[in-house]
């Protein structure tokens, strides 16, 4: 059976490296090259997990949930996510210490596919190739860590039911549990045209911007020019301009609040007054008014149950982990407090900027 990408995140995306095949890539070169790999954190079976494999796996976490979590968080990523990726690697190490047990392999022939699936995501071996540098590794880590994630699926799929898909009733009673899930918001269609405020303008200039845009409105009502050809011409939101303005649909809370009270009080088919917003003046097109509705349960009824049959997947998967768990010797060597105490939070000029959305930095 295939995992995907949910199931991966509810047990703390132990997988990555199958969808996302670099993911994992570079932690026995860590392990191997830098001085942390000397401490050990803890041991599965007497299988070691050192303090650099444990902080390569902290910097995958980071990364995939940087921009889901605030700033003060990932700066404290070695904290935050300690918990976690020793978890992870414990797994880790419990899925390849038992698949050796149970003799699963990997012939070289389902290697290459793999590979072969993995190299066509991008335009050319020149890209892939650069993708591996980037992550400082060669091809032949790479392809013994795309085996190792290939023997723990198989491992999986060996010993892992795949869960069946739950009843008509089931799946109602959840949609009509979860209705937060199921309310589509009320959304609005417009266009603008948006003229930007420079920054150390007086007064008189920036009624002067204004007036220009009253000036147009009027054009427009006197049919002297239309909405879309006025935005195409004088709009300052490039992004928009070419379309004639328009915006598409889009809810309340995704515009900043002078624009969405604009445009959500307009009736459709009419123009806005002239609206100042922290990116200028905006004079608005409403097109169309959709009101708050809710998806019918026939319309989401599939979707329910491969939802649930998912959720059944990770608790099997889960049951399935612990049980390894509770017949392996795993031995924390480190605590919490004392991994805290040797890694403090990073600097805000060391949390990595692209990491950050542009309003984080």
């Known amino acids: 059976m295939q995992y995907s990408a949910p199931i991966f995140l509810l047990f703390t995306i132990f997988l ?32 070691e997990i050192t303090e650099a494999m444990l902080l390569h796996e902290i910097d995958q976490m980071a990364a995939y949930m940087a921009r ?46 793999k590979i072969q699936e993995i190299k066509k995501q991008f335009p050319d071996e020149e890209q892939f190739q650069a993708a591996l540098q980037s992550q400082k590794i060669d091809e032949k880590t790479f392809r013994d860590r795309i085996r190792t994630s290939m023997i723990h699926e198989k491992l999986l799929d060996a010993n892992v039911k795949e869960a069946e898909l739950p009843s008509d009733a089931s799946a109602e009673e959840f949609y009509e549990k979860n209705p937060q899930f199921f309310n589509v918001p009320e959304k609005c269609r417009a266009s603008h045209i948006l003229l ?19 000036a147009t409105k009027k054009d427009i009502e006197d049919k002297k020019i239309t ?13 928009s301009a070419v379309q004639g303005g328009d915006l598409g649909y889009f809810q309340r809370e995704q515009m900043v609040k002078p624009f969405a009270d604009a445009a959500f009080s307009t009736p459709a088919g009419q123009m806005s007054d ?3 917003s922290q ?7 409403v097109a169309d008014h959709k009101e708050t509705s ?41 605590s919490k407090e004392e991994w805290d105490a040797a890694h403090p939070p990073l600097s805000r000029e060391q949390v990595v900027p692209e990491l950050l959305e542009p309003n984080q930095k």
């Open 274 to 276: 002239i609206v100042e």
């Open 294 to 334: 809710k998806i019918s349960y026939d319309e989401v009824k599939d979707k329910i149950k491969g939802l649930l049959k998912e959720r059944n997947q990770v608790d099997a998967v889960n049951a399935y982990f612990e049980s390894l768990k509770k017949k392996a010797k795993i031995e924390q060597l480190v």
């Open 196 to 214: 930007t405020i420079p920054e150390g303008v007086t007064d008189e200039q920036k009624q002067a911007i204004k007036d220009k845009l009253i």
């Open 16 to 47: 990555t490296s199958i969808t996302c095949p670099f993911g994992l890539l570079a932690a026995e070169e860590s392990a191997a090259s830098s001085d942390p790999a000397k401490k050990v954190i803890a041991k599965v079976d007497g299988t």
């Open 227 to 239: 909405f879309e050809d006025a935005a195409r011409q004088m709009s300052d939101d490039k992004g």
């Open 68 to 113: 889901r979590i605030p700033p003060a968080q990932l700066a404290q990523k070695e904290r935050y996510f300690f918990d976690n990726a020793l978890e992870r690697c414990i797994v880790l190490s419990l899925l390849t210490n038992t698949a050796a047990k149970e003799g699963i392999r990997i012939s070289d022939a389902e290697l290459e596919e």
């Open 279 to 285: 990116f200028g003046y905006h004079l608005i097109l």
